[in-house]
């Protein structure tokens, strides 16, 4: 039998080993022109098949000659990564900016990667933002601080400016305006140099600071290991801790999970998703920041803040969704009713380009074969739940979430003066968010245009679509999620009533200059 074991072992080594080779050949290699015009045309084809709003921004007659023209200049044979070039820029034509295509990696055995994980790419510890139309080094994970606030000038023998035009074209906004292009490219700097030049082992950067000019190489090296207890002399013996202390001990990790769970603590960056706190001598002003709504025990955070705001008989509410990407619907629901007095319906229903949305999301072609079987033995009641929640309206279908009932105020809901910071990195359920504070007059809003746009958004759940020949995938929103609000021009953001721009001399300072104005406000109001 412990040899029946080891023999599927090993093929299945083998095989995996043989999987990785055959998908590393196949995107290195030179793709014929039919095969990628096969590409574009199957990609083309799933957004028309799956995205509701597909012409929302760009008319049919524009796109299919985007498409079409794409198809004519590929003339001789390309790699996956030079596909992907060459296609990302006219697939960000939609104007959606949940729609994406991902380039291709190189792949690695379980061998490697276990090596792999053993080094780390010292270039992945900075942190960028894009600010006065330049990248700065915003942190380097407590490294090297002497490049903080440093300038990139180059990247190998590319100047920045060359890479950030080319990177804006690879990624879209809500519709027609530009600040999420601005905060994107420093946020996800890494993320789309990776995407454009692959796994690498090395890099040389050119940083400016003052009138300094220096390089610096990054490298792969060894991630540093815990010391071990038998050769480290200055190894402090642990303190024998009595009943008492070990109980105090549980108690406290115990607290410290709930509290991890509660504000979303994100580990890489040992910062909290969500957080609260009172500004100022007094408990007159609230401050919540929101870096998205994702993770953790919202329900929780929200009841107990809000709470706290009442008894404390706060005047003064400020919100930031300043960097905040979006998340769950049905927890900026649920923030909302603590922001409203009325009986409110947050997003209408959703239009749809089937009556089974969720049971395309579950079986796309990137979805594992485990999920595919499992989805397969649910199907009947997957497919009857979509059905009853599917209607066709005026030649169009409809998904009706829970969210577009009508709905109560909570009894604890804020009834002084909201101040919102946003800026283009507030995208999908911040903007959503923001369209409902926004419309029904119930906030000032103080920084620069939401990325995501008013109108709403194609989101909800998505289809992750392979395509067969250069093994690029494409992200489909499925579902178009909005307010019942609408502004006029449709493809804008949330704009603010006090537009401010931060500059890299505030970030030097470290002045938040959007916050300093609302209190200023504040303190002639009080």
């Known amino acids: 039998m412990k040899k029946i074991f080891l023999l599927i072992f090993v093929l299945v080594g083998l095989t995996s080993c043989n999987s990785v080779k055959r998908y590393n050949e196949q995107i290195t290699s030179l793709h014929t022109i039919d095969d990628l015009h096969n590409d574009v045309d199957r990609l083309y084809n799933q957004l028309k098949k799956h995205h509701p709003k597909l012409y929302q921004y760009t008319p049919k007659e524009v796109l299919d000659f985007k498409f079409d023209s794409l198809k004519k200049s590929i003339n001789t044979p390309i790699n ?71 300038e990139v000038v180059n990247i190998e023998d590319e100047p920045i400016s060359m890479l950030v035009n080319i990177y804006k074209k690879r990624f879209a906004s809500d519709g027609y305006n530009k600040t999420l292009h601005n905060r994107a490219i420093g946020r ?5 140099y990776y995407k454009d030049k692959g796994f690498l082992d090395s890099l040389h950067i050119t940083f ?67 957080n609260f706190n009172f500004i100022g001598k007094d408990s007159t002003v609230a401050f919540m920041k929101i870096r998205s709504f994702t993770n953790g025990n919202y329900k929780k955070f929200y009841k107990e803040s809000f709470k706290k705001i009442d008894s404390e008989k706060t005047k003064h509410f400020i919100l930031d969704l300043r960097d905040n990407g979006g998340g769950r619907i049905s927890e900026i629901n649920y923030l909302y009713a603590y922001l409203t007095n009325k009986n409110y319906q947050f997003i209408t229903e959703s239009e749809v380009n089937s009556r089974v949305p969720f049971l395309k999301f579950l079986m796309s072609n990137t979805t594992p074969n485990s999920l595919k079987f499992l989805s397969g033995l649910l199907s009947p009641i997957i497919v009857t739940q979509n059905l009853l929640k599917t209607k066709k309206r005026d030649g169009k279908l409809y998904y009706k979430f829970k969210y577009s009932n009508i709905q109560e105020p909570n009894p604890l809901n804020f009834k002084g003066n909201i101040y919102v910071l946003i800026n283009g990195a507030s995208f999908s359920a911040s903007s959503i968010i923001s369209t409902h504070l926004k419309a029904n007059k119930r906030a000032v809003f103080v920084g620069e245009e939401t990325g995501g746009a008013f109108n709403g958004c194609v989101s909800g759940i998505y289809k992750i679509y392979k395509l067969p020949i250069s093994k690029l995938k494409i992200r489909i929103g499925l579902m178009q999620i909005e307010a019942p609000q609408k502004q006029t021009p449709d493809g804008y953001g949330v704009k603010p009533d006090i537009k401010i721009i931060p500059t890299i001399e505030d970030r030097i300072l470290k002045r938040d200059a959007e916050l300093e104005w609302v209190l200023q406000d504040i303190a002639k109001k009080e």
């Open 80 to 150: 996956s990564r030079e596909f992907y070039k060459i296609l990302a820029p006219v697939v960000t034509n939609v104007r959606q900016g949940h729609v994406s295509v991902s380039s291709v990696s190189k792949g690695f055995t379980k061998k490697e990667r276990k090596q792999l994980t053993k080094k780390k790419f010292q270039f992945y510890d900075l942190d960028f933002e894009y600010l006065q139309n330049k990248l700065w080094v915003t942190n380097t994970r407590g490294k090297d601080s002497t490049m903080l606030w440093s």
């Open 188 to 192: 996800a700097f890494r993320s789309l």
């Open 208 to 274: 400016k600071k003052k009138d300094s000019i220096f390089i610096k190489t990054f490298k792969r090296v060894p991630k540093k290991e815990k010391a071990n207890e038998k050769d480290s002399l200055k190894q402090i013996k642990p303190k024998k801790l009595t009943k008492v202390e070990k109980k105090e001990n549980r108690i406290a990790r115990k607290k410290k999970r709930k509290d991890n769970k509660k504000y979303g603590y994100i580990g890489e960056k040992r910062e909290y998703t969500r």
